[in-house]
């Protein structure tokens, strides 16, 4: 026998987790602070801590905007078509057909007609959740369609962008929306017809070099990042360091780029009051 006997030891417990649900918690993308979900859900998806606006869904931001039941949508069928038969990793058919099927809608604009406290408006709102709100030709054709209408109606057009900017897949076809679009918009300025910009964020590329900041007033969510190309680009280009919180509303406002920024839970009265006004 040994001279010792070995003791059974009783095997330890492992340390019991707090069952926390997933997804219950977010970074911030501008304090980089983590904030309770629920939280911000109640806050109109703003961050309690540096008033940082998340993006929102098409669906929350027209009801945001409009009178509830007042909204609908023109020409929901328009899909884009693939005339340079345009591949990379995956063909651009195959990309569109999988956008579609996530975000339940044929391209990343929705247009229609609702009523903000009342008065008609025309409405084209960015999807950035379909291909970063890029904008091809179904995008630019919307545009022109609710331009259209809103002058047959006499209208204010409120257009609600966030957008990585053109849609390379399209090429030249999709720079063509910039001229189109502007176009298109220097007929509401004719006609008298108010046209009033709202930019969320992110708003970049050829949509902010051409009709993002075309309205006759210009109003951007709180540090909402607006711009052409992203900083690290411009760095590059300039070898120099950028000031700080660039591109972001609030430098753009110093800068007279922009004309007001409004907080997400204002937004519709300040809408309501300049289309008033006008």
């Excluded at 651009?92 to 009342?118: H, L, S």
């Excluded at 995008?139 to 609600?160: T, W």
Aim: net charge positive; with cysteine; hydrophobic share 40%.
């Amino acid at each position: 026998m040994a001279w010792f006997k070995k003791g059974k030891t009783e095997e330890a417990e492992p340390p019991k987790r707090s069952k926390v649900a997933e997804g219950m918690w977010l970074k911030c993308n501008h304090c980089r602070e983590i904030v309770y979900r629920k939280e911000v859900d109640r806050n109109n998806k703003v961050c309690p801590k540096c008033d940082y606006h998340f993006p929102i869904s098409v669906i929350e931001r027209i009801n945001l905007l409009v009178d509830l039941g007042t909204f609908k949508e023109w020409d929901a069928e328009l899909e884009p078509q693939d005339p340079l038969q345009f591949q990379d990793t995956r063909t651009y058919k195959d990309r569109i057909k999988a956008q579609q099927e996530k975000t339940g809608r044929k391209d990343a604009m929705v247009i229609g007609q609702g009523a903000i406290n009342g008065r008609k408006v025309a409405l084209c709102v960015f999807d950035f959740g379909f291909m970063g709100g890029s904008m091809g030709s179904v995008v630019g054709e919307k545009i022109c369609r609710a331009v259209d209408r809103a002058l047959e109606g006499r209208m204010p057009l409120i257009l609600v962008t966030a957008s990585g900017g053109a849609r390379m897949q399209e090429g030249i076809l999709s720079l063509m929306q910039m001229a189109k679009t502007s176009a298109a918009v220097a007929k509401l300025g004719e006609a008298k017809v108010p046209f009033i910009s709202i930019l969320a964020d992110p708003t970049f590329g050829g949509v902010t070099a051409s009709i993002a900041m075309l309205g006759d007033v210009i109003i951007a969510e709180p540090k909402a990042l607006i711009g052409f190309a992203g900083p690290r680009v411009i760095e590059q280009t300039i070898k120099q360091q950028l000031p700080d919180q660039f591109q972001r509303a609030e430098f753009l406002l110093d800068h007279g780029m922009i004309d007001m920024i409004v907080e997400r839970k204002q937004l519709k009265e300040a809408v309501s009051t300049l289309v008033g006004h006008f």
